[in-house]
């Protein structure tokens, strides 16, 4: 007798709580749930491993299967519907489903393709009033706090980081901003490791690639308090960026670190090295600000990362952060 499974799909970009219910009522009417979720590029940066994990952590129980190369073309035609269908049945292998759950008219599409039941869950947003758009969309994530689940919230809230060469006032516009927004402070976990393993002012490329590693892991850390915004005291940019002052390159390990993070990096503040140096023990001379400078700008303009330039007194900073968030 084989097991009576469950089937559903999508981008969830963002994962809801109208996704869940959809999940919630194949796993009470089924033995087996499988999850298919889709590449997202033309409608969010949010990668698909991190979506699937959302799913993971709500519904430890489903199948994930990851759909990078997934048909991206949607519609009625039959030539896209024929496209879907061929890649559905490819992907699940003549593995027998006995229902397709769905709150989408394409229901009957797929499950007519999968010979099964069409399982259709508050396809009219009755019960879950919520899409995937509107959350994108919205100018005010804390207006649809209620429709997703606390591990999706902490990853889409608003994250506000601050870069900038040493001695350019980001720890203190950080730290200023997330007490006035009454938000969550990360700092910069960098500089800590680097007090404690700092050898004649130089890190090694593996201390830059565990400085990277610790500082998400960090980042992970605060996200998940019970604030609505956060406030960053750098990030993965800036031990890039040192990496290629220190030696003129950085590790694969190191790019891919940063390569798999600008997902997050949608509010970047760049600290101007208009205010004094701080001529400290523990920086290397106003020469290195320029020089550090310039690298960030460099990998900011390289990855088309758009940010947003803060000069003058730490009260004129303040204030072009308050605009910036209150034009959002």
Not at 73 to 102: A, C, D, P, W
Not at 155 to 169: E, M, V, W
Not at 181 to 209: A, I, P, T, V
């Amino acid at each position: 007798m084989s097991i009576k499974t469950g089937f559903t799909l999508g981008k969830y970009a963002p994962f809801h709580k109208g996704h869940e219910f959809v999940i919630a009522a194949a796993l009470k009417e089924m033995q087996k749930v499988i999850v298919i979720i889709y590449n997202a590029s033309e409608v969010t940066d949010i990668p698909t491993e991190k979506r699937a994990d959302w799913i993971r952590q709500i519904f430890p129980d489903v199948e994930i299967i990851v759909a990078e190369d997934g048909p991206q073309e949607t519609g009625y035609t039959s030539e896209i519907m024929e496209k879907q269908h061929n890649f559905l049945k490819r992907v699940l292998n003549g593995r027998e489903i006995h229902s397709f759950y769905s709150s989408e008219n394409y229901g009957a599409f797929v499950s007519e393709a999968l010979n099964c039941n069409n399982r259709i869950v508050d396809i009219n947003r009755e019960i879950i009033p919520i899409s995937g758009k509107q959350i994108r969309q919205t100018k005010d994530v804390k207006n649809i706090k209620k429709f997703v689940s606390k591990v999706v919230y902490d990853d889409i809230k608003p994250k506000y980081y601050f870069l900038g060469a040493p001695s350019t006032g980001k720890t203190t516009i950080s730290q200023k901003c997330a007490s006035f927004f009454n938000g969550s402070y990360c700092e910069e976990y960098g500089r800590n490791y680097w007090f404690m393993f700092q050898k004649d002012h130089r890190l090694s490329m593996s201390d830059l690639e565990k400085i990277a590693i610790g500082h998400n892991n960090l980042e992970d850390r605060v996200f998940a308090e019970d604030k609505d915004c956060v406030f960053i005291d750098t990030n993965v940019i800036t031990t890039y960026s040192y990496a290629l002052y220190y030696f003129g390159k950085a590790s694969q390990l190191l790019t891919d670190i940063l390569q798999s993070s600008l997902y997050k990096y949608h509010h970047i503040f760049l600290c101007d090295k208009d205010i004094p140096f701080d001529d400290t023990w523990d920086r290397s001379g106003p020469e290195s600000r320029e020089a550090i400078q310039q690298i960030n700008k460099m990998v900011l303009d390289d990855n088309k990362l758009k940010y947003t330039v803060l000069s003058g007194t730490p009260e004129e900073r303040a204030e072009t952060v308050n605009l910036y968030i209150e034009k959002r």
